[in-house]
């Protein structure tokens, strides 16, 4: 421990009496580290915030869709870059099939589009319109208030009611009363029978506007693309996921006639699936995390050889003397080493104090969810301690390899 300690109090030394020469030592360590902290910050708080969002609709619900694919899906409109088109389109009585699977206790599927809202002499126009089953508020996060959703005998009734959320009712009514009120959505009145309080946005930010009817009146009233039905399924309590969706599955593969060996027409996706994916797509960016910061570290790093050299020319004749007392050079080379890796640490916990900053700036001040991660800490110390060692061996071999007769004459 004695030369460690040792090692440790030069650089420190080094740091009080040659200040300009050290910081720019370790200017290149610490913005390299400060790198890593801030993107890992903001792809961790993303990845958190997805991740918080989909709790938020039941850890254990799980997706089925026409088609799923993770990351960019690029398509020239060809069937062949098209595979969706293969999938024959979700319908409701699918969903109804599923809703009947013992393991199954709900079901929620919706449609939507865009559409002109109009009430009185006011008029929103791209209002997101949602058709879904009565089920809809197991998945959706947030509450209903004031008022009420509807019931699913009113969704097969295809009854003209709807549910607003507060920036829509913000939007047209202002201060009145939202409930009871007849909006038109293109051109059919809806009797307003709820207010629909969403949960926090992932970016923050005001939520768009948003009106949700029943899934069989907006099959009937309302113009859309059609084809793109999804649901979200909750298994029965005490039953796992994956035999939820494996029952879905088995279902959904007798009700479409596919037979042993077939592949399946549709998908079935749990949130850990999802997640897994999203991870994959953040990859990309902790790759140019990894090598935004590796140009910084080499910067420090070449500042770390130059600094060592310097010390090593001026503390020639100190060395001369420790090997006359007997220093072998694997103390040399020892004492050395510890310099440039605390000179570079010192360099990490600056860059580190940095991050967390403006980590915790961009949190506060943007919609960013930034969120600093103990993982990010701990690699951002570690490379900063590795590029100290890497880069000293040179200087610390050179100190070492002195000849301690020479060594003594020097002047």
């Known amino acids: 421990m004695t030369p460690l300690l040792e090692g440790v109090g030069i650089a420190l030394e080094s740091l009080r009496v040659s200040k300009a020469r050290a910081a720019l ?8 580290v ?9 792809i961790s708080g993303f990845n958190k915030g997805v991740s918080d969002s989909l709790q938020r609709s039941g850890p254990t619900t799980f997706w089925v869709g026409r088609f799923w694919q993770a990351g960019v899906v690029i398509s020239d409109g060809s069937d062949e870059m098209s595979p969706w088109r293969r999938n024959p389109a979700l319908t409701v009585e699918d969903a109804r099939v599923v809703a009947t699977v013992p393991s199954v206790a709900w079901v929620a599927w919706e449609e939507g589009s865009n559409a ?16 879904r089953s009565a089920a809809w508020p197991n998945v959706a996060g947030g509450d209903v208030s004031p008022g009420r959703s509807f019931t699913d005998l009113e969704n097969q009734a295809s009854a003209t009611v709807a549910v607003i959320n507060t920036k829509l009712a913000e939007l047209l009514f202002d201060r009145q009363d939202p409930l009871g ?25 005001q939520p768009s506007p948003q009106a949700i009817i029943p899934h069989e009146a907006f099959a009937k009233y309302v113009q859309h693309w059609k084809g793109w039905m999804d649901f979200l399924v909750g298994p029965k309590p005490g039953v796992t996921t994956a035999q939820a969706m494996e029952d879905v599955t088995e279902a959904m593969r007798l009700r479409r006639g596919l037979r042993p060996g077939q592949d399946n027409n549709f998908a079935v996706v749990s949130q850990d699936k999802f997640l897994e994916k999203l991870n994959s797509m953040t990859l990309v960016f902790r790759l140019v995390m990894f ?10 790093g070449v500042g770390v050889i130059a600094i060592m050299m310097i010390s090593v020319t001026e503390r020639t004749r100190e060395i001369g003397v420790r090997k006359a007392l007997g220093a072998t050079r694997r103390e040399i080379l020892w004492q050395f080493l510890v310099e440039a ?6 360099g990490g916990v600056v860059g580190m104090v940095g991050g967390a900053v403006i980590a915790g700036l961009l949190a506060l001040l943007t919609p960013v969810p930034a969120h600093v991660p103990l993982g990010s800490v701990v690699v951002a ?26 060594a003594l004459r020097y002047e």
């Not at 090598?291 to 420090?300: E, K």
């Open 25 to 32: 030592t370790i200017l290149g360590v610490a913005i390299g």
């Open 34 to 42: 400060m790198v890593v902290m801030v993107i890992g910050a903001i």
């Open 116 to 131: 002109e809202v109009r009430w009185e002499n006011k008029t929103q126009s791209s209002v997101s319109i949602q058709g």
């Open 181 to 205: 009120q007849r909006i038109h959505i293109q051109g059919v009145p809806y009797t307003v029978i709820g207010v629909f309080n969403p949960p926090p946005q992932l970016f923050g930010g």
């Open 291 to 300: 090598a935004l910061s590796s140009v910084g570290l080499m910067v420090g």
């Open 341 to 346: 890796s605390t000179l570079t640490l010192v």
């Open 381 to 406: 110390l570690f490379a900063a301690a590795i590029t100290g060692v890497l880069f000293g061996i040179y200087p610390a071999n050179k100190a070492s390899r002195l000849d301690p007769v020479e």
